[in-house]
């Protein structure tokens, strides 16, 4: 499938996540205190990655995640505000690399590199049916 969706030089895309009861490792269940959870961390730079490029997508395109290289450097605590930036940082066809960084209060809470491909839906959902055995 080739793709050629133009999208902007030096696309960067913020978006600012609360972090909730939902977010921290003790009610996701992947540690005991109150601060954000890894996870939750990965989702906050997938979701901003994700969305950056979404509008640029013609209908019936969507992107996927592919591969993460995360470091979570630092805690928040429940309430914080984090600033996530999503920054395209290379391209390969429908291969799209990601620079993300999220930070609370200028600190850095984690950082590195988020890959998507940019894929049909309809394709792509097949594909899961088929290997679900649907179809």
């Not at 990601?98 to 940019?118: K, M, Q």
């Amino acid at each position: 499938m080739a793709v050629d969706i133009p999208l902007p030089d030096g696309l960067v895309c913020r978006e600012v996540f609360r972090v909730g009861e939902e977010h921290v490792a003790k009610g996701i269940g992947s540690g005991d205190v109150e601060v954000l959870s890894t996870p939750s961390m990965v989702m906050f730079m997938e979701v901003t990655a994700f969305r950056c490029v979404q509008g640029y997508l013609p209908e019936g395109y969507t992107t996927v995640g592919y591969s993460l290289d995360i470091k979570h450097l630092n805690p928040a605590p429940l309430g914080a505000e984090i600033d996530v930036e999503a920054r395209l940082v290379a391209r390969e066809g429908r291969r799209l690399v990601f620079s993300v960084r999220a930070s609370w209060r200028g600190v850095v809470v984690g950082e590195g590199t988020h890959e998507r491909y940019i894929v049909d839906r309809k394709r792509f959902l097949d594909k899961v049916r088929r290997l679900a055995g649907q179809g």
